[in-house]
């Protein structure tokens, strides 16, 4: 697809659990990012990746938390023992530009992940 | 730190109408700032975008003018189509960082 694509588009999650979400970015972005967007607030910051490299993952809240993107395209956030505070969409974007504070970011739809 | 603070939601218009949305700032130097559009169903867009004082950003009828003495980033547009409803992001980027700080949101109804 021409898009960012993220899957699954919905979960849910016993608390406990440990989940792993999916993101397609763009062919040939190199820059890509993860955000957490809780319900009624903007999206924030957790992680950025630029190929396979993780150069920032000064937002991510717990040692709970894991990205991983070992070849430099799909990128995987996964979030072990989950607990209610997990439950928000999580949004990856992607960007062609190398300096990843120049250039368009594409988001993707998101995933939202409701923890019960 | 950095923050955005933008008018609570919703906003209910009908077509044809005028709107503002505000949006104000606190930041450090001279940030980008940006209004993101969500459509429903879809991801974030770029909506428009402005990088240093008195610059306005436009895009598809949209525009929002950087004000740096009020740190004010308001989104307005003319004559509002109910395909325009969606929640509306502002955001700013501090120059040489990658990490945008975004507000709330702000919900749009367009009624035909």
């Known amino acids: 697809g021409a898009g960012v694509s993220q899957s699954p588009r919905y979960k849910v999650a016993k608390r406990g659990q440990d989940v792993a979400l999916r993101c397609d970015p763009i062919s040939g972005h190199v820059s890509l990012f993860w955000y957490q967007q809780a319900l009624g607030q903007g999206p924030e910051f957790l992680t950025y990746?630029?190929?396979?490299?993780?150069?920032?993952k000064s937002g991510l809240p717990s040692d709970r938390f894991f990205a991983e993107r070992p070849e430099g395209s799909v990128s995987t956030l996964k979030i072990q023992r989950t607990q209610q505070e997990d439950s928000a969409v999580y949004l990856c974007?992607?960007?062609?530009?190398?300096?990843?504070?120049?250039?368009?970011?594409?988001f993707g739809q998101g995933t939202r992940l409701t923890v019960v | 730190g950095n923050s955005v603070t933008q008018m609570e939601g919703p906003v209910t218009l009908s077509e044809e109408a005028f709107l503002t949305i505000n949006c104000t700032y606190t930041a450090t130097g001279y940030p980008s700032l940006f209004w993101y559009v969500q459509y429903p169903g879809e991801g974030l867009q770029l909506l428009l975008k402005?990088?240093?004082?008195?610059d306005k950003g436009s895009n598809k009828g949209f525009e929002a003018t950087y004000r740096k003495e009020t740190t004010s980033f308001h989104l307005e547009k003319g004559s509002v189509q109910v395909s325009d409803s969606a929640v509306y992001f502002c955001?700013?980027?501090?120059?040489?960082?990658?990490?945008?700080?975004f507000g709330r949101g702000t919900s749009l109804i367009v009624h035909p």
């Open positions: 955001a700013l980027r501090r120059g040489g960082s990658y990490i945008p700080t």
């Open positions: 990746f630029q190929n396979e490299a993780q150069l920032d």
């Open positions: 974007a992607s960007s062609l530009a190398l300096a990843p504070q120049r250039g368009e970011a594409f």
């Open positions: 402005a990088t240093k004082a008195d």
